[in-house]
């Protein structure tokens, strides 16, 4: 537990989902860039405490929050039956929701804010970076199962929580718009950034193109693999539960293949302003490539496989497209902590990308190599 809570009525949040425990204290929690995390301390009327995590939907991003929260109770329901049934945990190995005294599970403040409630896991953690390999293994295999576990899920009945999320042709879009209104008088300091950005701008169809020619299937994927979004358990070191469930969508298995892979391999954080500790590790890489196509358990075709390195790259660039986006616009979007943490995470991105570009033979190489393992 970090910081106390004080911001909001947390006391009254809290009332609304557990009439019958009283709350002890509540604190700030976790590095997401989104949301407002808090764990919560709780006792009942014979003493009993629990823990449970609060959050506050950010409905700035997530324009509809009964929507998101209708796909995380169907999902988190249907992954803790595909759990039980492949022998797991389904207590750890998924979120468990609460739900209010009217039947919903989220509720909406004197404010207008939209919040949850989940059990909290104990004795497991989020890592900010990895420079663990078996551990980054760990990260793959879990999300792997993911979409393992989510294969047969009916993707159409899905609401779209952020259109276009994936879709780097428009982010780039949105990029050449942020620079046209430059509201807030930044452009010229991003000159270099724009340049290695635009110079790719053929690479933002690479994904996009494959899937609307078929080449690519779309899937049920979670869309936000960063590290920092799964838990890992203190003893076993093993991935224990996904977690930041808001985007699980429709999309493809390159998308959460290369997401996790633009801060995982990297052996820098993603917002270092000292560039030359920022490098791309292909061992870490190499890891987690072993642990996701494992995970999945034989379900990828051999274009997904192939179509998994590319997705690193554009992952990487799609997210240093938006936080240059971000910084243009004036910081609305991504949390900040300093003035220029977006476009320090911006250069992270980039400094990435042309990494991967030098190493993608050998990324491609890997893939290979694991696909054939399974
Ligand atoms: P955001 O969209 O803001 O990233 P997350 O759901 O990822 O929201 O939560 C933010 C952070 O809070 C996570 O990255 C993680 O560090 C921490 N966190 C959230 N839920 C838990 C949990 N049940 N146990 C431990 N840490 C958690
Ligand atoms: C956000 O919520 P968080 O911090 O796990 C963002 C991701 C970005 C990531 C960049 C809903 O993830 O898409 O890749 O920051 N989530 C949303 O670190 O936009
Ligand atoms: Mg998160």
Known sequence: MTAPAKKYDINSVVSCFLKDEKLIKACVFGGGHIN???????????GVERKYTLQRINHNVFKKPWEVMENIINVTVYLSDMIKRDGGDKERGTLSFLFCKDGKSYCKDADGNYWRC????DNARTYQEIEDGKLFYNVGEAFGKFQKYLADYPADTLHETIPLFHNTKDRLNNLRIAVKNDI???LREVEPELEKIFKRENDTGELVDKLEA???PLKVTHNDTKVNNVLIDDDTKLGVCVIDLDTVMP???AYDFGDA??????TGAEDEKDLSKVNFDIDLYSCFAKGFIGGTGGLLSKDEIESLPAGARIMTLENGIRFLTDYLNGDTYFKIHRPEHNLDRCRTQLRMVEHMEREYDEMMRIVREAGKLI
Do not use: M
Not at 118 to 121: D, R
């Open 118 to 121: 989940y059990k909290y896991i």
């Open 251 to 253: 999309g493809l298995a």
């Open 184 to 186: 807030v008088g930044r």
């Open 214 to 216: 078929g080449i690519l």
């Open 261 to 266: 892979i633009r801060v995982g391999a990297s």
């Open 36 to 46: 407002d995390t808090y764990v919560v301390k709780t006792e009942d009327k014979n």
